[in-house]
């Protein structure tokens, strides 16, 4: 009889062992699929920012933005531009 509860609680810790480092695993990929979304998530917003920028740098912002961008003028442009030789 006593061999059989060995049995059992040995039976219990693997199931344990086993459903804890299953439920380890699972913590773990979500963490790194988490970030990975951050990171992504990142990445295309500077390149949204970038590309928005450039195209407001080139006068040819999006209609939305025209009440919140002033772009200058070549004439402005001009006056700061470098000296060319």
């Known amino acids: 009889m006593d061999h059989v509860r060995t049995d059992t609680v040995r039976f219990i810790y693997v199931a344990l062992v086993a459903i ?47 009440p919140f961008v002033r772009v200058p003028t070549y004439r402005v442009a001009e006056l700061f531009a470098p000296p060319t030789l």
């Open 20 to 66: 804890l480092c299953t439920t380890l695993f699972a913590f773990v990929f979500c963490i790194i699929v988490v970030i990975s979304f951050i990171v992504i998530l990142q990445v295309r917003i500077q390149f949204k920012v970038a590309v928005l920028t450039y195209k407001v740098l080139h006068g040819c912002a999006p209609s939305y933005l025209v």
